[in-house]
């Protein structure tokens, strides 16, 4: 198994994304005719680092924010949570942070509208990188949108390169988003420079056929998973939606993992609630098939609320929601 040093002062240290999120209170309705909003922290590693710390995780972040009272608001947020700002950086020449507005037309049809042009989280710089706060993580999670566009992508590689040398295991999330991305050719070269020097690589069958854009592999899992594998990656997970998703391991098995059934208000924020707990429960030494059920739970827990990083589970609601579900439907992880 990955060897998480949880002697260290941080279990996490997240790169990436966070914005804020827009998620209509007019449910059932198309994004043009939503007249009313709530505002919450958002971003895939943000929301993800909300959901470390609510398990108890000592979480820190690399990130830039506007300066301005939305940046003032993230870092609050995540100081309420308990999460270090210490590397949080305020951008300098007017960058704003991004917006994405949600729309949710049924319990089973959501879509995202982001603002993502010249926005703060982008304006991460490599001297923004400091080796001695890689070093103090026991893990490192990049985001796939910080690797877009530069000066993020340098500062990315660099925060890689940092944790290699003190060996630091990483955590690689996909977390594709079509804007600032350049080309098809251009996600596969550095979403994939990433994921090989990764310990564990997340991310949707969609993710991984963009990463093995030049692999030449077949688009299966079983193809996906063999190739990674063979690198440095010890875990791959692979999200399939409401299908559930596929895990693979060099030796803990693989294990196809089923979703625990919720009435669904929105399609998105399951992603983020998955890799909380699902990190969380491995970096504590649970066996991956507890990790995976974690993971599972939370991510239906999420889909079944409004907010994403505001609902994120605790540790007692999530047991009580998997002690709760197992009783009426039994396990959703099985051997695959």
């Known amino acids: 198994m990955i060897f998480f040093d949880l002697s260290k002062p941080l279990r996490i240290v997240l790169v990436g994304r966070v914005a804020i999120d827009f998620n209509p209170t007019d449910y059932n309705r198309p994004l043009n005719e939503s007249s009313n909003f709530n505002k919450y922290l958002g971003g895939s590693p943000a929301n993800i680092a909300v959901g470390m710390a609510r398990l108890g995780d000592r979480v820190g972040?690399?990130?830039?924010?506007?300066?301005?009272?939305?940046?003032?608001?993230?870092?609050?947020?995540?100081?309420?949570?308990?999460?270090?700002?210490?590397?949080?950086?305020?951008?300098?020449?007017?960058?704003?942070?991004?917006?994405?507005?949600?729309?949710?037309?049924?319990?089973?049809?959501?879509?995202?509208?982001?603002?993502?042009?010249?926005?703060?989280?982008?304006?991460?710089?490599?001297?923004?990188?400091?080796?001695?706060?890689?070093?103090?993580?026991?893990?490192?999670?990049?985001?796939?949108?910080?690797?877009?566009?530069?000066?993020?992508?340098?500062?990315?590689?660099?925060?890689?390169?940092?944790?290699?040398?003190?060996?630091?295991?990483?955590?690689?999330?996909?977390?594709?988003?079509?804007?600032?991305?350049?080309?098809?050719?251009?996600?596969?070269?550095?979403?994939?420079?990433?994921?090989?020097?990764?310990?564990?690589?997340?991310?949707?069958?969609?993710?991984?056929?963009?990463?093995?854009?030049?692999?030449?592999?077949?688009?299966?899992?079983?193809?996906?998973?063999?190739?990674?594998?063979?690198?440095?990656?010890?875990?791959?997970?692979?999200?399939?939606?409401?299908?559930?998703s596929d895990a693979y391991s060099r030796d803990q098995g693989c294990w196809n993992v089923k979703p625990f059934p919720v009435t669904a208000l929105k399609g998105f924020g399951g992603g983020d609630g998955y890799a909380s707990s699902f990190l969380h429960a491995l970096m504590a030494g649970r066996p991956l098939e507890d990790a995976l059920e974690r993971g599972s739970a939370s991510a239906a827990m999420l889909v079944a609320s409004h907010a994403c990083s505001k609902d994120m589970p605790a540790e007692d609601a999530l047991n009580a929601f998997i002690q709760e579900k197992k009783a009426a439907c039994g396990s959703v992880v099985t051997p695959l």
Request: charged content about 25%.
């Open 61 to 244: 972040f690399l990130g830039r924010v506007s300066d301005d009272q939305f940046g003032t608001y993230v870092t609050d947020y995540f100081r309420n949570e308990g999460i270090d700002v210490s590397h949080i950086r305020r951008c300098e020449h007017g960058e704003k942070l991004g917006l994405t507005f949600t729309e949710m037309l049924s319990p089973t049809e959501s879509s995202i509208l982001m603002y993502r042009e010249g926005v703060a989280d982008l304006q991460l710089a490599p001297e923004d990188i400091d080796e001695a706060y890689i070093a103090s993580a026991s893990c490192l999670l990049i985001s796939g949108t910080a690797l877009c566009c530069s000066p993020t992508r340098e500062a990315s590689l660099k925060a890689l390169a940092f944790a290699l040398r003190n060996q630091v295991p990483v955590v690689f999330d996909a977390d594709y988003r079509a804007y600032t991305w350049k080309g098809f050719d251009e996600i596969a070269i550095y979403t994939s420079l990433v994921a090989e020097k990764a310990d564990i690589i997340m991310g949707s069958r969609e993710e991984f056929d963009l990463m093995e854009r030049l692999l030449g592999l077949d688009g299966s899992d079983a193809a996906s998973a063999a190739y990674w594998l063979g690198k440095k990656a010890q875990i791959c997970v692979i999200k399939h939606g409401k299908s559930g």
